[in-house]
């Protein structure tokens, strides 16, 4: 199975076990519990695909009646088969249509339900899980992988079904019609198997090796589109041109192997399956001439041989279909079934009601993923009172913006507790105390909405007259009034629209109107200028009062007025005090202030 430790995929003769895996067509049932829920619609299904399958069958007997009584002398038996043919053909066209309908709706269902699954299985899954997979890859799964799935549910399986059907049916009518040439077809199978079985395995790793390198194409071609302005900023337009053509053109060159060895396999076994025929239908002549059986007889069995030998011609394509499906489900599955570090417990505590704030560190400890060998956080223990305004400041690196993310349970200690208002947050369920917690990020994440609907994600249940004060609140009320259209207008993908500063002030919107006891500022005013950050941050005092209030900051200005300020390094917390008391103190913090303000004052 694909790695989930890696945003490349494998590349060819590695992880062999794993690789082997994907040979499994049977890793198509984990979509049973998908289908499951469906079953009336597969059984109405079924039985459309049985009744152009028995449909298909009687064909061959109208045609051997019709020839067999060509010369009769009664015109009125000819025009009864006639007749016949005409009704089986319109119920062939009849159970055709309505397998099509109920097949493709099926597999749309199916792959919908899949897609939902998966989006809500990752859409929960920790930071750390994306530490090692490509968001791209992920979008790939969801996208491309269900497509191949839907083909198969909605396609590939029924056609499958039914030839399987028509396989079994008209080999035993064959032997019914003439057990001696039906004996002569039979020696031909296992050559026609052998050459399935070999290059059946060889496409299997192949199929999974296309899927893997389309995955990380899109994976590559979403970061680089996602940071477009940087790329173009430093002219690296062709290099990531280059980046992406080698990786598409690793796709195509597994997705043309894929293609040759399937058409090797496709060409010998059409070739064996018709040759035999032909020799059957030369020794079936010879007992036509020798009166050993009928002209009608032989038709009929000619075409059940044609029949079957299609249905197994089909049957070898659509198995390679099935080899990309059962590739694409094993990857679906992986997300399904990816372990996290952060999960809900089975029996989750509550918090006592309402959320006071009372947040505490207990002498946590914390590596992350990608860097075990560097403390983030080293023996940090904290109590942080309800209400209290607590500033985190000291030099990139130093573990400030970690404590935010210990705090939303993003990652969870190495070692030690974290408690707000005296219970363990790994007791409870995230989604619960994560609603007593607003967060404003360093970088503002604005998605590709409106002004309103942006802000209105912080509370969804919240009035336009809620969104609106919330972004007065925020001094955007202005530049939001601006736009074409007002709090309705569009501000694009990411925000592209939009201002650095007017993206961190619709940000800070979003936070004051979640109105959560725990507000949590992580360099919220970075991307102001002067005037919006008197603005914003005579809101974040307003909004502050009442509140537990975390603010992590490069600029010490911003955070003279905290209850408290707690200074780091190197994951520890090496002072905590006032900013008198710190700078009186000397150390790192009065060091920090002296670069800060006197250079500042310089400066001017």
């Avoid at 998908?34 to 619609?41: C, D, E, M």
């Avoid at 601006?482 to 961190?504: H, I």
């Amino acid at each position: 199975m694909a790695r989930l430790d890696t945003a490349a995929p494998v590349s060819p003769g590695t992880n062999k076990e794993d690789r082997e895996k994907s040979k499994r067509v049977g890793a198509l049932r984990a979509l049973w519990p998908f289908v499951l829920p469906y079953r009336s619609l597969m059984l109405a299904a079924i039985a459309a695909l049985m009744l152009t399958a028995v449909v298909s069958l009687t064909l061959p007997l109208a045609v051997r009646r019709v020839v067999d009584n060509f010369s009769a002398e009664s015109p009125e038996i000819l025009d009864l088969y006639f007749a016949a043919a005409l009704v089986i053909a319109g119920l062939l066209a009849l159970g055709t249509g309505l397998r099509y309908a109920l097949v493709t709706r099926l597999g749309e269902r199916v792959v919908a339900d899949i897609r939902k699954a998966v989006f809500d299985r990752v859409v929960g899954l920790s930071p750390a899980f994306y530490e090692r997979i490509m968001t791209g890859e992920v979008v790939s799964r969801i996208t491309t992988d269900t497509t191949l799935i839907q083909s198969v549910l909605g396609s590939s399986a029924s056609i499958a079904l039914r030839n399987f059907l028509i396989f079994l049916g008209g080999l035993g009518l064959m032997l019914l019609t003439s057990a001696k040439l039906t004996g002569m077809v039979l020696l031909i199978v296992p050559a026609v198997v052998v050459p399935i079985l070999v290059l059946g395995r060889r496409l299997r790793v192949l199929s999974r090796e296309n899927q893997d390198w389309i995955a990380a194409s899109s994976g590559n071609a979403a970061e680089a589109l996602q940071a477009v302005q940087t790329v173009q900023a430093f002219t690296h337009e062709d290099p990531s041109r280059a980046t992406f053509s080698e990786v598409t053109e690793r796709s195509f060159d597994a997705a043309r192997r894929r293609i040759w060895t399937r058409a090797q396999m496709t060409v010998i076994v059409i070739f064996l399956v018709f040759t035999g025929v032909v020799g059957v239908l030369w020794i079936g002549a010879n007992d036509v001439r020798a009166g050993d059986m009928s002209a009608g007889a032989l038709i009929q069995f000619v075409i059940y041989a044609v029949m079957v030998a299609g249905s197994v011609a089909a049957l070898s394509e659509i198995w390679g279909e099935l080899q990309r499906a059962a590739g694409a489900t094993e990857r679906l599955i992986e997300l399904l079934q990816a372990s996290d570090n952060v999960s809900d417990p089975a029996t989750p505590a509550t918090l006592p009601s309402p959320v006071q704030g009372r947040i505490s560190f207990e002498a946590v400890n914390f590596h992350y993923p990608s860097r075990p060998g560097i403390p983030a956080l080293d023996n940090v223990s904290l109590d942080i009172a309800p209400g209290e305004t607590v500033a985190f400041v000291g030099p990139s690196g130093a573990g400030k913006t970690t404590i935010i993310q210990m705090l939303l349970r993003f990652y969870d200690p190495d070692n030690g507790r974290i408690c707000l208002d005296g219970v363990d947050l790994s007791t409870v369920a995230r989604s619960d105390f994560r609603r007593s917690l607003a967060l404003v990020p360093q970088d503002p994440v604005i998605f590709a909405a409106s002004a309103r609907e942006n802000i209105r994600f912080g509370r969804p249940d919240a009035t336009d007259a809620e969104v609106e004060a919330a972004a007065r609140a925020a001094a955007a009320h202005e530049f939001i009034t601006a736009l074409p259209d007002g709090y309705d207008s569009y501000v694009g993908e990411r925000g592209v629209m939009l201002s650095g500063g007017q993206k961190q002030r619709i940000a800070i919107a979003r936070a004051i109107l979640r109105d959560a006891p725990v507000l949590l500022l992580d360099e919220a005013t970075s991307a102001l200028d002067a005037e919006s950050e008197r603005a914003v941050q005579r809101a974040v005092d307003d909004l502050s009062q009442g509140r537990t209030t975390l603010i992590v900051a490069h600029r010490l200005a911003t955070v003279k007025k905290a209850d408290r300020i707690v200074v780091m390094e190197q994951g520890r917390v090496v002072a905590t005090g006032s900013h008198d008391a710190l700078v009186a103190e000397g150390g790192l913090y009065a060091r920090l202030a002296r670069l800060q303000f006197t250079d500042g004052i310089a400066a001017e």
